[in-house]
Nanobody, 124 residues
């Protein structure tokens, strides 16, 4: 079992930056690939970024490529999402996810554990 706790969400203006953090416990952190997803009411959960267990491989959705960066610190059992040049369309609840394998994946169904989510709101 893995417990995931997100933090760092909030209300910001368009163009601002924000860093989300995900603290993990309950499993050897480096053995789990991790991901960030987001969801707005009425829509499906959307892939944002993913990172392999070692951190060597990352994927970013086209909608955030060049603005968001996923990273992890295995020694601290933490994952991050640095979000720059935020846009109103980035407004969503952001979820941290972990999977039992070490290869990064981009589909929600590939992940086994989820955090409770943190709200990010970007105003114009």
């Amino acid at each position: 079992q893995v417990q995931l706790v997100e933090s760092g969400g909030g209300l910001v203006q368009a163009g601002d930056s924000l860093t989300l953090s995900c603290a993990a416990s309950g499993r050897t952190f480096s053995s789990s690939a991790m991901g960030w997803f987001r969801q707005v009411p009425g829509d499906e959960r959307e892939f944002v970024a993913a990172i392999s267990g070692s951190g060597a491989t990352t994927y970013h959705a086209d909608s955030v490529k060049g603005r968001f960066t996923i990273s992890r610190e295995n020694a601290k059992s933490r994952m991050y999402l640095q979000m720059n040049s935020l846009k109103p369309e980035d407004t969503a609840v952001y979820y941290c996810a972990a999977r039992s394998g070490s290869f990064a994946r981009t589909k929600p169904g590939d992940y086994d554990w989820w955090g409770q989510g943190t709200q990010v709101t970007v105003s114009t």
